[in-house]
């Protein structure tokens, strides 16, 4: 979402200018540093004596803006936010100019239940937020007028891609304002099969275009695979990951070559060409990637593709958690050829015998899915052989390897099916899907623990995860507001055990709901400074960007628009 600050006018090129300006701010500040170091004597005590009072008194009000300046939306907040944006009667006269630009209605409406589809999601635990208005663009220049109405009549624009995301991310802002829904963005535009890459708008889906590549006999895939319904322009702007990151990396590998956005200001750009390499300047691309639509609105990109090769799916069974795990991490030493590697609780097994897509019933024990890749059936199967060896030795029983293709993938839609199968353990409950990534040699140790907690709380909920790159997610049911707290502290408390351990609180989805325990990430260092200079030095300017305010920034310096829902987060 662009908050109204950023509805300025924006220089020619002073995106690339503001880039240059951290570069700049970079080598002035190690000129600064080789200075001090050669005009200070190492063994005076009296010259050294001011900086360590300033490193101190430096560290001391940088904790305790970490520790006691967190956002958070009052009363007073949301009336200062109101006075920033555009009046009812502005909303008004901008709805109307929308509909003499567009004159369809199927490209702007106010339809109650299409607010209603746009501001809530019964997927996740976050309250309704409604939007004024949603528009249907159908090309780059129309995202450029809706910029340009939102500027004039100072709205807030949310971007909407699939509506996949449990983060809350697309409810609206508190005063309303325009939801942009790319939907209508889908076409793929070209297929480059000889250099493996395919130009496509940002509405399509990654598994649309998987299944128009098998119909043209093309043989390449999308290996990025978040929840089923993702589509291109939200899997980049969240930085997504799925069951295949283990092989293929996630959004901020180099899966995304370059994009066209329409910048706060309405000025397009596209951020290189389609070459594989460039050593030119700031990768901008990687900018917009995991920018949550803050920056900008995609408008179409260029992906790369992989080639498609042989798999197939096996299932073995543990005794806990823990054992999984360590299977886990003692398969992937091995070097086998391993596409993904899915930890599954008991729970969860509970959900799919009772929900899932497939007619088989599984035994109810923590378990593991794993997807072999290969050339040929024979290197399969020698994977197949080295998998099934290492994990008897951590506890592993009934290991059952697919028989067909068909089998495979009905094993595999039991995994991917899992938020709908875990919600409907618990009749009219609500879901809180938690996301946290550690070191892999310590994620034994946080499942476990983290098991361990919610069967003492005794909450219904499920555990799966991406193990083989240290990343696993709960889902914790709750039916009303007493359930709903022990949730909140459950879900803190697992944050708490991965950031000690060296962890993160958000590594394929969503950073929007978690800024509480980002203040920590960056409490112990693990911030690049450079960069938080560079973006405050890039705040001075005007326009667009640069005219991001201090109370529009989150902790990470992105804007962070004054949302309706709820900062306590995980």
Not at 280 to 302: Q, S, Y
Not at 353 to 360: I, K, L, T, V
Request: charged share 25%; aromatic share 8%; with cysteine.
């Amino acid at each position: 979402m662009f908050p109204a600050s950023c509805f300025q006018r924006l220089r020619p090129s002073s995106l690339w200018t503001n880039l240059a300006r951290s570069r700049s701010i970079k080598q002035h500040a190690l000129t600064f540093s080789r200075r001090q170091s050669s005009s200070v004597p190492f063994k005076s005590s009296r010259s050294w004596s001011p900086i360590i009072i300033g490193s101190f008194a430096s560290g001391l009000i940088g904790y305790s803006l970490s520790a006691f300046g967190k956002p958070s939306l009052t009363s007073e907040t949301l009336e200062e936010t109101e006075s920033k944006y555009g009046t009812p009667k502005d909303f008004e006269q901008a709805i109307k100019e929308l509909r003499a630009l567009f004159d369809s209605d199927d490209v702007v409406s106010t339809h109650p239940e299409d607010l209603r589809i746009h501001g809530y999601s019964e997927n996740d635990y976050h309250p309704s937020a409604l939007h004024t208005v949603i528009v249907y663009p159908r090309s780059t220049d129309d995202v450029v007028q809706i910029v340009k109405t939102a500027v004039k009549y100072r709205m807030p624009l949310t971007p909407f891609s699939g509506g996949t995301c449990l983060e809350g991310s697309y409810r609206g802002s508190p005063i309303g304002g325009i939801c942009v829904d790319m939907s209508g963005m889908n076409k793929i535009i070209e297929i480059h099969e000889a250099d493996s890459d395919l130009v496509c708008q940002p509405g399509v889906g990654w598994m649309e275009i998987n299944e128009t590549l098998q119909k043209k006999g093309i043989p390449l895939f999308f290996p990025l695979d978040p929840g089923p319904g993702a589509t291109i322009g939200g899997m980049m702007s969240t930085g997504c990951s799925g069951t295949n990151a283990v092989r293929y990396g996630t959004a901020k590998g180099e899966w995304f070559l370059n994009a066209t956005v329409v910048l706060p200001s309405g000025e397009v750009i596209k951020t290189r060409q389609r070459a594989r390499k460039s050593a030119a300047g700031f990768d901008t691309t990687k900018l917009f990637i995991g920018a949550e639509g803050t920056l900008g609105i995609i408008t179409e990109v260029t992906i790369r593709l992989a080639p498609v090769l042989p798999t197939t799916v096996a299932v073995v069974h543990f005794p806990d958690v823990k054992h999984a795990t360590e299977a886990v991490i003692d398969v992937m030493n091995r070097g086998v050829g391993i596409q993904c590697v899915e930890l599954c609780d008991s729970e969860f097994m509970r959900s799919i015998n009772m929900f899932g897509a497939s007619q088989r019933k599984y035994p109810e024990q923590d378990s593991l899915f794993f997807k072999f890749q290969g050339p040929t059936s024979a290197s399969i199967a020698e994977t197949a052989k080295i998998v099934k060896e290492t994990v008897q030795k951590h506890g592993g029983t009934g290991f059952e390897l697919a028989r067909s293709e068909q089998e495979a993938r009905d094993l595999w839609a039991d995994r991917k099916n899992a938020l709908f199968s875990g919600l409907a353990l618990l009749e009219g409950s609500r879901g809180w899907s938690t996301d946290v990534c550690v070191p892999v040699s310590k994620l034994p140790q946080l499942v476990y623990e983290t098991k361990k907690d919610l069967q003492r709380l005794g909450l219904v909920s499920i555990v799966i995860g991406h193990v083989g790159d240290g990343n696993f997610h709960t889902l914790l049911l709750f039916r009303d507001d007493k359930e709903l707290e022990s949730v909140r502290d459950a879900v803190h408390r697992m944050v708490e055990r991965a950031i000690k351990l060296e962890g993160t609180c958000t590594s394929s989805s969503l950073l929007y709901a978690r800024w509480s325990y980002v203040h920590r990430h960056w409490r112990t260092r693990c911030w690049d400074w450079e960069t938080r200079i560079s973006v405050r030095r890039t705040r001075r300017g005007n326009g667009g960007v640069n005219a991001i305010r201090e109370e529009d920034l989150g902790p990470a310096r992105f804007v962070q628009p004054r949302q309706v829902v709820s900062r306590q987060d995980r």
